[in-house]
């Protein structure tokens, strides 16, 4: 040990031939932390040297060592870059790691207080994404909190996060019995972060990363920790037993969204399995919160532009009328011609007279640009003008309005589906007449017949791919939400309500949410359906 007092005896020393120990940083558990220059490519660097305590202990050097080759494998731009460690000749082990101009979290927690939510978000995400490399090496960093989490400015960012220390992290394939750190953050890690698996002596494992970090989250999220008691004791048996309440109601004003607190919630999870599985999980969770809220805030779009005129496939209608008309201009002059040989001026003149009429017919319905649309028109059907409404109902009901239950359907009373009488076995159907429908009493059985239970579920497997994408984050596997659902007349979906005991939850609404862009089929009467979703 070095004397208390005086300055620190390695200033200016060199260290191993390269470091000079320019200027003390710190002092942590395991040693002193320095600012160094390397000697020979003059790049400062900081170098953590071992105190002679611990230096004296093989085994607490061992693992010093190990853990610092465990570290440096991590390569990763959220991850302090470790360059060099090894011992000296006269015995001092340090480890040398690219050095950092900023502060650490707690300083920005401390001077700050709470942080606006995107921007806690953004600061949580790269400490995520340094976990995950660590994970993927094998390696859980067991200690983690805002002191161990360096704010540096890159470029313009000037909330760029660097993870550090290491110092008590974990192989997680070592089954080795857990010893003691002399460091201060001994067996558990520091007790504010700890997760409750660790205080119940379980092995740890890469969630206990993931609940840390919902500790930070929720800290940068409300100024003030979740999980803290007056004593050590209070605060694990806070982790233990206490259910912290949701940020945005503890700090109301900061509008932090729903989905963000779910993230938080779920990553402090008692029970491990409930947490998230991965870090990974939990940032791609997070990400998708954050682009609920960025396309919540996103004006609407722009309302569409008029559909294009129907392009005729072959000739214009004007260039149509100018060719029937030099087709009649000739019919006529060789009527004319012909006529003149056999009958006399005054029957051939009557003959012209009527020649148009007759040419018309043949002539007109033959040109090949007579425009699609125009046809009805022509023909005195009278029930043209429902055509219409088949020619532009929604993408998706388009080839279910081809269906043939259509105006030439069978009567009402077949076509309205009983609850679970269709394939979709989850699904049940209700039809009710809208009083406009009920109103029309000359063509009672025109327009197309009711939406039908095997309709709707088809409609609601068309959706499940994007209820379980954006939805599953708020859900565990397998988790049945079942939603009500009315489908008005004109195929949209006009109300869809969670129901059972997810009325009224987060997945329970994101569901609904999801279930409401549905389309279907325009039918004559609203419906309502049930379906369950199994996430
Ligand atoms: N690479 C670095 N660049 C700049 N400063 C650093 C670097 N690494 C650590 N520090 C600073 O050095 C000081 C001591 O770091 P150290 O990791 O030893 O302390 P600690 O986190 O309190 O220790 P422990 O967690 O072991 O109790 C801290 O203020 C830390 O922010």
Redesign the pocket.
């Known amino acids: 040990m070095w004397p208390a007092d005086g300055p620190d005896p390695l200033l200016g020393h060199t260290l191993a031939d390269r470091y000079r120990l320019e200027r003390v ?9 320095y ?1 160094a220059e390397h000697v020979v490519i003059r790049k400062p660097v ?1 170098v ?1 040297v071992l105190d002679a305590a611990h230096s004296e202990r093989r085994t607490e050097v061992e693992r010093f060592l190990n853990e610092a080759r465990a570290a440096s494998k991590i390569r990763h731009e959220n991850v ?1 870059d470790i360059t060099d460690f090894g011992s000296t000749g006269d015995g001092l082990v340090f480890l040398v ?5 900023g502060e ?1 979290l707690s300083s920005t927690s401390e001077r700050e207080g709470a942080l606006p939510w995107r921007r806690a978000a953004a600061i949580v995400l790269q400490i995520a994404a340094a976990l995950e490399a660590a994970h993927a090496q094998g390696i859980i960093h067991r ?1 983690m909190k805002p ?2 989490c ?1 704010r540096i400015r890159r470029g313009n960012d000037p909330d760029f996060i ?1 993870v ?2 290491f ?1 008590i992290a974990k192989i997680i394939e070592d089954s080795d019995v857990e010893r003691p750190s002399s ?3 001994g067996l558990l890690g520091t007790p504010e972060y700890v997760a409750p698996e660790l205080i119940r002596g379980l092995k740890p494992d890469a969630r206990v990363d993931i609940y840390a970090v919902g500790v930070m989250f929720y800290d940068l999220l409300v100024g003030k920790l979740p999980f803290a008691g007056e004593s050590f004791m209070s605060t694990l048996t806070a982790h233990l037993m206490q259910q912290p309440q949701p940020p945005s109601q503890a700090r109301p004003a900061a509008q932090i969204p729903e989905a963000v607190d779910y993230v938080v919630l779920r990553a402090l999870a008692k029970d491990r399995d409930q947490r998230y599985a991965t870090i990974g999980e939990f940032s791609a969770a997070l990400r998708a919160a954050i682009a609920e809220a960025d396309a919540a805030l996103a004006p609407p779009p722009p309302p569409l532009p008029p559909p294009p005129e129907p392009e005729p496939s072959g000739i214009r209608p004007r260039v149509a009328i100018a060719v029937g008309a030099a087709i009649l201009l000739v019919f006529s002059a060789v009527l004319w011609t012909m006529a003149k040989r056999f009958y006399t001026k005054e029957q051939v003149t009557q003959a012209v007279a009527t020649a148009p009429v007759i040419a018309a017919a043949p002539v007109l319905p033959a040109l090949p640009a007579a425009p699609v649309n125009e046809a009805p028109k022509a023909a005195p059907v009278a029930e043209a003008p429902k055509v219409a409404p088949v020619a532009e109902p929604p993408v998706e009901a388009a080839p279910q309005a081809r269906e043939p239950a259509g105006p030439a359907g069978e009567p009402a009373a077949e076509t309205t589906a009983e609850p679970g009488s269709e394939t979709g076995a989850e699904a049940e159907t209700e039809t009710e007449a809208e009083p406009a429908v009920r109103a029309a009493p000359k063509s009672p059985k025109s327009g197309p017949g009711p939406l039908t239970a095997g309709e709707f579920a088809a409609a609601m497997n068309k959706v499940g791919a994007r209820v379980k994408l954006e939805c599953s984050r708020f859900s565990l596997r397998k988790m049945e939400v079942t939603v009500q659902v009315v489908v008005g007349a004109d195929g949209a979906v006009k109300s869809a309500e969670p129901t059972g005991s997810q009325a009224g939850s987060t997945l329970g609404n994101c569901v609904a949410r999801v279930v409401k862009t549905a389309l279907l089929r325009p039918t004559r009467a609203k419906s309502t359906h049930r379906h369950t979703f199994t996430m």
């Open positions: 940083i710190g002092h942590g558990g395991m040693g002193t932390v600012r900081a953590k302090v790691m690219e050095y950092l101009e650490d200690d002191e161990n360096f660097k550090l220390d110092g460091a201060g953050s």
